[in-house]
């Protein structure tokens, strides 16, 4: 990634809604040049990453959607997938791999505080688990070290001393 080119690209303005209020380089997805990135101003970054998206304020898409960078495409999509507006979205053009990065779920794993999990992870059990088929407990305060993420909604998969490898539910872990 280069910043400098991402800001002449966007004639230093949010390539959105083209504000030039506390820019900012934001990550859509993972890319070796300069496609994945997109550079927002602090009020789209904001509802971004909050997923709490004013219409009015997006009502910039109905140009940026047309964009020939597929970072800006894919975030024009998502955005006004959110918004429900299929009018719009019927009327854009995405490669089959734009379409399948702006269709993939980030799904994050959270632990009973609200704090995303992520492999390699320790966690604390909150709360005594009776392992099934083992007849044995894993007891509350237990630190599991080194978690990993599993197909399984809500579980991770990991290692307990003394019982094996085994999946828990992330509602009765903490973040160590």
Request: negative net charge; charged residues 30%.
């Amino acid at each position: 990634m280069n910043e400098k080119e991402i800001f002449n690209r966007a004639n230093n303005k949010c390539e959105l809604c083209e504000s030039d209020n506390n820019l900012s380089i934001y990550e859509v997805f993972k890319s070796d040049n300069n496609d994945g990135y997109v550079l927002l101003c602090e009020t789209c970054k904001n509802q971004i990453e909050s997923e709490n998206y004013d219409e009015n304020h997006f009502n910039c898409l109905n140009n940026a959607m047309w964009s020939e960078i597929p970072a800006v495409k894919i975030l024009s999509y998502k955005i006004l997938s959110a918004l429900g507006r299929n009018d719009l979205t019927d009327m854009m053009y995405l490669t089959d791999e734009e379409m399948a990065i702006a269709n993939k779920k980030e799904e994050k794993i959270l632990d009973a505080n609200g704090n995303e999990l992520k492999t390699g992870d320790n966690v604390t059990v909150i709360k005594d688990l009776d392992v099934k088929g083992a007849g044995k407990t894993i007891k509350r305060g237990t630190v599991v070290k080194n978690i990993r993420m599993c197909d399984v909604p809500g579980h991770v998969s990991c290692r307990v001393d003394g019982i094996g490898q085994v999946y828990l539910k992330t509602e009765f872990l903490r973040k160590v």
